[in-house]
Structures are given as C-alpha cells and as structure tokens.
C-alpha cells in the first residue's frame, strides 16, 4: 500500500499509460493500471485495463485487493461507468491525503484533481454512480 501511494504520487505531472491508443479524455482506468502495475501489483495486462467497469471488474476479483467501506489514503476510489443515471461517464483514482490522484480528461496528466466531498457531488449525487474504495493488500 506504501509503494502503491508513493508511485501515484511520484506520477504527478506525468501521462500515466500502458496504451498510447487510449484516448486521454477516457484515459483514468489506463492511468490507474499504469499506477498499479508500476506498483507491483500482478495481474494487470501489459496493455492496461480499458475502462471503469473493466477496472471494477479487476478490483472486484483480485485477491491483492479488498473492498472498504470509506476513504482511505492509498486505497483506489472508482464510479464505474454504466452504473448511474447516464449523466456522466464514470471515473477512477487514487485517494491521497488531502484529494484524489486521477487522469485528467483535457490534458491527460495525472494529477490531484478532486477532493472527496467534490467526487461525491458529481459522481455520486449529480450522475447516480455509486463509489466503491478498494485497499491493496498485496496478497
């Protein structure tokens, strides 16, 4: 978990992807996989995990992490896509102390873009997404 927090936070300023093709407006799940596979974690494709729901998918599954209820620094924070109101595409990131790690869709830099009670709004209140946090656990 220490590793997972200090690679997300050494990305700052940097376009975290394992696939050039990704497109940077839908880039966060790729820059998530990117974080997490620079981390150690197993599992991640070489090419990176497309998508919100894919990278639920994966969290969901993988015995390296557990669901938790609240946030946490260090933990993964993910509204998947297709699971609100069609409002908003879904989104990922990295909680960190004060805010939240993720892409940003117009310059595709990975940066401390949100604050958990901003995420809240939009995702959840605004677009109908639930939030799910996941800690790594390295198993």
């Known amino acids: 978990q220490e590793k997972l927090y200090a690679v997300a936070k050494e990305s700052i300023g940097t376009h975290m992807t394992l696939d050039q093709s990704v497109d940077k407006s839908v880039g966060c799940a790729e820059a998530v996989s990117a974080v997490l596979k620079e981390a150690g974690v197993s599992g991640i494709p070489a090419r990176g995990i497309p998508g919100t729901a894919g ?36 989104h990922v990131g990295i909680c960190a102390n004060y805010g939240i790690l993720s892409n940003e869709s117009q310059t595709g830099l990975w940066r401390e873009q949100w604050d958990y009670a901003s995420w809240k709004a939009y995702y959840q209140q605004f677009g109908g997404l639930p939030i799910y946090f996941f800690r790594y656990i390295g198993v």
Do not use: C, D, H
């Not at 990278?55 to 620094?73: H, R």
């Open 55 to 90: 990278l639920y998918a994966f969290l969901k599954g993988s015995t390296s992490f557990e669901q938790i209820s609240a946030y946490e620094t260090a933990a993964v924070i993910i509204s998947p896509t297709g699971s609100g109101n069609g409002k908003v595409r879904g």
